[in-house]
């Protein structure tokens, strides 16, 4: 039989939403019924459909299970260790302890700059931060790993004055297993583990909590006309590839969290088909990230109001991102993007 997969579809919210599956007619994402769906879109390689809720029960015996089994990963509450998720997305607030990141390379490589910008992003609803000492920009060259251990050790240093969540941005085993006597949070490996094979290695000894990140390519050759037969499903493929694999090596925590990588070793058009179709990847039944903040695809579709910061096409796609059920938005303007939220919830949530 084909691989199928499941996307919930066709949202609502609020006061709406509560009716709608005290009708029957919806069912809650993520065990919240402040936000819900009445339609699955049921996808293999070749074509789709679109279906209500109740009409699950009249497909095949085989596609029905198939369906069912990805329902309880759609709906069931999704759990990651010291986070609570509701209907707002979490904010992971981005300080890059760089010279020469993508936008903002440096404005906080300095000590005092760091842990004042770090103060700020808290200050203005970050429930993670999220630091890195290593460019990912797209042409970028590798960053030996005593330079990034340098620029990221001072911070380090100063973990114990935030009230928030440390995510650290690496892809380096050596960088990790240093930092990690600091009492970091999560590890964020843009590689996705393919950086050191023995990575997952680390996660297992250690129990600590990963973000599982997609990227065609490295950051120095990503966006040299990238490919795929389908982006959606085969980075969909690529994450239930990689849990299978990290469940055989004996992880067996679900502090996991999955991020389809906008904008790494992704053209517009895929990003964009992502970004359509994001809420595919609840299915897999993890909490879901996105990394949108002043992202390329915000000036190619602005064309004359692109903008420096790219708070506008920022803000709108993190909304959209909210209306699809995302769990953890990484950002730069975290106060603009939390005040964007709060009067989309005060208007829709209602």
């Keep these: 039989m084909d691989q199928y997969y499941t996307k919930p579809c066709n949202f609502y919210f609020g006061k709406k939403s509560i009716n709608k599956i005290y009708e029957g007619k ?127 050790e001072g911070f380090l240093k100063n973990r114990k004055k935030f009230n928030s969540l440390i995510s650290l941005d690496t892809r380096k085993k050596n960088i990790m297993k240093k930092a990690f006597k600091y009492k970091i949070d999560i590890i964020n490996d843009v590689s996705g583990m393919t950086y050191n094979t023995d990575t997952t290695n680390f996660f297992k000894k250690t129990k600590i909590p990963f973000i599982i990140h997609h990227m065609q390519g490295t950051p120095k050759t ?34 996991i969290i999955l991020d389809p990588g906008i904008g790494f070793g992704k053209n517009l058009k895929h990003n964009i088909t992502i970004l359509n179709q994001v809420s595919i990847f609840h299915s897999l ?6 990394g949108i903040s002043r992202k390329r695809f915000i000036k190619d579709l602005a064309g004359n109001n692109d903008s420096k910061e790219r708070i506008g096409g920022t803000v709108s796609s993190s909304i959209w991102a909210m209306t699809q059920g995302i769990q953890i938005l990484r950002i730069h303007d975290v106060n603009e993007v939390n005040q964007a939220i709060k009067i989309f919830k005060s208007l829709h949530f209602i």
């Design 285 to 290: 039944g993890f909490p879901v990230m996105l």
């Design 222 to 255: 990503m966006q040299k006309n990238p490919k795929y037969k389908n982006v959606v499903l085969d980075i969909y493929d690529f994450f239930d590839k990689k849990i299978n694999e990290i469940r055989a090596k004996g992880i067996k925590h679900n502090n």
């Design 26 to 152: 919806a069912l809650p994402l993520h065990a919240n019924k402040l936000i819900s769906f009445g339609c699955l879109e049921i996808l293999n390689r070749k074509n789709s459909k679109i279906i209500g809720i109740n009409e699950v029960e009249f497909l095949s015996k085989k596609l029905k299970y198939k369906i069912k089994k990805d329902l309880k990963n759609i709906t069931k509450n999704k759990k990651f260790k010291n986070l609570k998720f509701s209907i707002s997305p979490l904010l992971m607030g981005i300080i890059n302890l760089t010279p020469d990141s993508f936008s903002d390379g440096g404005k906080y490589n300095k000590k005092k700059l760091s842990i004042k910008r770090a103060e700020n992003l808290i200050k203005s609803g970050s429930t993670i931060l999220d630091i890195g000492g290593e460019s990912t920009r797209p042409g970028s060259d590798e960053v030996n790993e005593m330079v990034e251990w340098k620029r990221i």
